[in-house]
């Protein structure tokens, strides 16, 4: 049985819709992605270079021969405290679209910036097609190298501790954050310490379609054309849906039981096709050994969480802020 969608306000309904239009009229049928149509319609928004309701934001270049950046955002009102969380975020957009000053994602930002409070810091990976598996990966690792090392240091909030910092994401940037903390698990830091992981209806997938995938064909945003087509453009040439990046505990996975992975917040939504996916790798968790904490939200869409408006957005950010001051 098909399961429509949940009832929508009408501006969430028509953002979802037309983004998901937007997206079938960019993707090519040869793998390519039309770039400069996205660019056109995805709205950017700049830094807050002057304190907008105690929070301020800057961008952070670390490696301008690919493009990696990042935006700073630092709420000013806990300016006396030395001990505010640092959250590494991944953005969201199937590996091929959005960015860290989209608007979207930038709003996002400041919201757990502001309510949380913590320090944020949006990286700006590159890209697929143009940049395939494993770059965004790099650039993820990479950021955690700079924000731990000399170059930023002078650069870095005065009320922030590296030593409670989370890498976490939405979507795309959910499976980031997961591959992200895989790496530095293997990594010796001078100062960053890796205490969690927010994964925000990370996106993973495999070979098999799933109850959910089938149930929720007709879900906003979200299906699986739409899905098969960003691993194809994200993957390596040859490679199927069951590679480590994308089935993360399937037949092809990185063994992860001896390392010191730290405890991950899953966030599934009941109306989103990958929640099957996403519940896989919590109980992938469990049965590695690691401490995982999985959150439902029963009449959540993908993508909910950029629309204040939804209460299950609100939700959220409360559930983080528990996840966050419990992890250690």
């Not at 090392?149 to 979507?171: E, H, I, M, T, W």
């Not at 879900?219 to 069951?242: E, H, I, Q």
Request: with cysteine.
């Amino acid at each position: 049985m098909v399961q429509p969608s949940p009832a929508l306000p009408w501006n969430v309904r028509l953002f979802v819709n037309s983004l998901a239009f937007l997206v079938d009229v960019c993707r090519r049928s040869n793998g390519t992605f039309n770039r400069t149509l996205i660019n056109l319609l995805d709205s950017k928004a700049s830094p807050l270079s002057k304190p907008v309701k105690g929070l301020q934001s800057s961008d952070v270049m670390v490696d301008k021969s690919r493009n990696l950046w990042f935006r700073l955002y630092t709420p000013l009102h806990h300016a006396a405290a030395t001990d505010l969380p640092v959250i590494v975020y991944f953005h969201g957009g199937g590996f091929v679209l959005l960015a860290a000053d989209s608007k979207t994602h930038d709003n996002f930002c400041q919201r757990l910036a502001r309510e949380l409070p913590a320090i944020i810091i949006s990286v700006n990976y590159r890209l697929a097609p143009e940049n395939r598996h494993p770059s965004a990966y790099d650039d993820g690792f990479d950021v955690l190298k700079f924000i731990d090392g000399a170059d930023f240091k002078d650069r870095r909030p005065a009320n922030s501790n590296l030593k409670r910092c989370f890498v976490g994401g939405d979507s795309a940037g959910g499976n980031l954050a997961h591959n992200v903390a895989v790496k530095a698990a293997e990594h010796e830091f001078d100062e960053l310490r890796i205490v969690g992981v927010v994964a925000l209806q990370p996106f993973f997938g495999g070979q098999e379609r799933t109850e959910s995938e089938t149930r929720l064909a007709r879900a906003p945003l979200v299906n699986v054309d739409r899905t098969d087509w960003m691993w194809k453009a994200f993957l390596p040439d040859g490679s199927d849906r069951d590679h480590a990046a994308v089935n993360v505990f399937g037949p092809n996975s990185v063994e992860i039981s001896g390392l010191k992975f730290p405890a991950t917040m899953v966030v599934v939504g009941g109306f989103d096709p990958l929640q099957d996916w996403q519940k896989k790798y919590y109980w992938g968790l469990k049965k590695q050994g690691k401490e995982a904490h999985l959150i439902e939200y029963p009449n959540a869409i993908h993508g909910f969480y950029i629309f204040p408006e939804l209460q299950e957005s609100s939700l959220l950010i409360k559930d983080m802020r528990d996840f966050i001051s419990n992890a250690f």
